[in-house]
Structure formats: C-alpha cells, structure tokens
C-alpha cells in the first residue's frame, strides 16, 4: 500500500500562542490518506477540523499558530518542515484546498480569471491565454452560468454560492493529487449542491485523486466518503470506514452525533442534541477524556486515566475507555446502550 499512500499524518499537534501560553487545537493527529480515498472529517464547530486542514498546508496564521510536533508526509516525503519556497512548489498544484469561507478567500481587488490564471500560469505549462480559457471551461464545469463573462468579474459582483463555485473551480485547476474541501458546499443550494457533490466525484474518480472532506452535513459525509475520521476537541475519537461508523458507532459522542441527524422514516417529537458544548483551548483537561463532561456513560476512570486508541478490527478504531478492557476490568459500565 505505500505505492498508494498520498498523505501521511503522524502524532501532529499544532495551535496557537494565546498571551505567552501555548494551546493545542489539534493533538495527537494520525491519518492516512490513499490515491483514491476520500477521508470524510466530522465534529462540531471547535473540534479543529479547519485547523488540522491549516496546519497541512502551512497556512496556520503568522506569529501566533504553529505546528509544535509530529510530522506530515505527501507521497512518501515529510512535507511539514519544507522551505515556503519548496512548498509553494507543491501546494495549489500537487495539494489544492477548497476554503470554507469564499467571502474572505479571493482577492478582491483582482478578477475571478486573473486569480485563476495566476495559479495555472505559475504551476502549468500553459501561457495566459490558455489558462484563461482553461479558466472559463472550469467555470462552466462548476455551474456558473455566462463563464466568459464571469471570468472578467470581481468577486464582490457575485454572490456566495458563485464565489464558493469559483474557489472550487481554482482548487481543481491544476489537477491535484490530494484536494482537502473544508465545508465546500456550505453556501449553495440543495440542487447546486447534488451538482458540485457530482462534480467532485466525477474529477475524483478520473484522476485517483485523494480527498479530504471536511463538513458538518453527516448526510454528505454518507454519500462521498469512504473513510470518516471524528473529531473532538482537538483529537479523533474513532476512524473507521463509512458504513461502519454509520451502521456500528462504538465512541458516545459518533452516537450522539449520528442520533441528532433529523429523520423522515420516525416520528420525532424533538430533535436530539448534545448536552453542553465544545470546551475552549484554556478549558482543556490535562488528563482522562475531554468529552467526559458531556457524555452520558462517563465514569470516574474518563477524568483520571488517560485514553489509548483501541482497535475494534484492522480498519476501526476508537479511543474510550468503554471498550480498553484494561479500564473495564477495574469497573465501570459493561456496554454502550
């Protein structure tokens, strides 16, 4: 499989400098990602999806975030202590991001195809005039009607969901073996949606190209995703493949997130929620489980013992002291309702 490895996450913790005292957004951080795989990331806002996709492509902010360890691997070569110049070199055309928010995300004092032709000129070898028109086939293939005038608009001219179609569109525009979409349908329609869903898919599947796909939308992550990470608080509790986390989930807070997706084929009265919310970086504990104050099947051991990643079979794993028989043994509830 190493002939097929695109991405390797090891022991990665990165954060922010908070008035002279360093915080973990992320700790702790392992993933693989394969030509091919489309890696499903999950949590609730403050789980440091975002950040996990900053920190891989250097892109934490100046001064204050870093990475403070572990390492990042891009086909077989650590990527994470790279020279800006190197790494340049490899991101928006080996390693492309959708951004989550397209508001901020363009230049506005720049058109939409001066932007995408930039990136095309500098990373193909392609003149500007083929980058243009390379440009407004892309801008067709995302949805945006009237690409060749689009494509001489600034973003301010268009709308949310055409501003998001068009970071889509440059994220794709040189081909990237390993695409990270941080929530790249938040602003569109239902029906846009299906369509950019379909699109990535489509360019996924043509040029065995990895995917890192970040959103709160459990339905999508269902849909497109082969494998799904959660997040909580900085860390993942449980990996394992899509059908299994949707059909077998071992960690409470997958059960709890899996619970509060709305459903048509039950009566629901009220819809399920998660008590509390995610704590903040200075809110941490030092030891034991950070969701033991919000899980329903806490026990003395989550607060005093800290976790270990336990392997429910060769693709699942999880890290709860419910299922670490060592902790149980001592104690404590005998299984997950």
């Known amino acids: 499989m190493k002939d097929k490895e695109l991405l390797k996450v090891k022991d990665l913790c990165a954060g922010f400098e908070i008035n002279g005292k ?30 996990l996709s900053m920190s891989i492509m250097r892109l934490l902010p100046d001064k204050i975030g870093e990475i403070h360890s572990g390492e990042v691997h891009f086909k077989q070569n650590r990527i994470d202590n790279l ?22 995300s363009l230049n506005p004092v720049f058109t939409i195809g001066n932007q995408m032709v930039e990136m095309m000129v500098n990373h193909l070898d392609v003149n500007k005039s083929q980058a243009k028109e390379r440009a ?17 608009s ?32 938040t602003a569109l329609d239902v029906t846009v949606q299906a369509q950019i869903l379909e699109l990535l ?17 459990l339905g ?35 059960r709890l997130l ?3 997706i709305p459903r048509l084929d039950i009566k629901q009265e009220r819809l399920e929620t998660i008590e509390g919310t995610v704590p903040g970086l200075d809110e941490l504990p030092e030891v034991g489980c950070k969701f033991a104050n919000r899980c329903p099947h806490a026990m003395p051991a989550c607060t005093q013992q800290n976790l270990r990643t336990i392997h429910i079979n060769e693709t699942h794993r999880v890290s709860c002291h419910l299922f670490d028989e060592t902790v149980m043994a001592e104690g404590g509830p005998t299984h997950v309702e």
């Open 201 to 217: 898919k489509f360019i996924q599947q043509d040029n065995d190209m990895g995917i890192i796909f970040i959103s709160h939308d």
């Open 154 to 185: 600034y973003p301010h001219q268009l709308s949310g969901g055409m501003r998001q179609r068009v970071m889509i569109a440059m994220a794709i525009s040189c081909s990237p073996e390993l695409l990270i979409a941080d929530e790249p349908t």
């Open 258 to 260: 899996i619970n509060a």
């Open 83 to 104: 020279s800006m110049n190197d790494f340049n070199k490899i991101r928006g055309n080996e390693l492309a991001m959708i951004f989550q928010e397209p508001m901020t």
């Open 22 to 51: 360093r915080y973990n957004a992320i700790s702790n951080i392992n993933l693989t990602i394969n030509k091919g795989e489309v890696m499903g990331i999950v949590g609730e806002s403050g789980s440091g999806k975002s950040v």
């Open 136 to 152: 407004i086939t892309l801008l067709k293939q995302v949805g945006i009607p009237r690409a060749d005038e689009v494509v001489n």
């Open 220 to 254: 999508v992550i269902s849909e497109v995703c082969d494998n799904v990470a959660v997040m909580y608080a900085g860390e993942i509790v449980e990996r394992a493949r899509v059908e299994d986390i949707f059909n077998e989930p071992k960690h409470p807070y997958t």
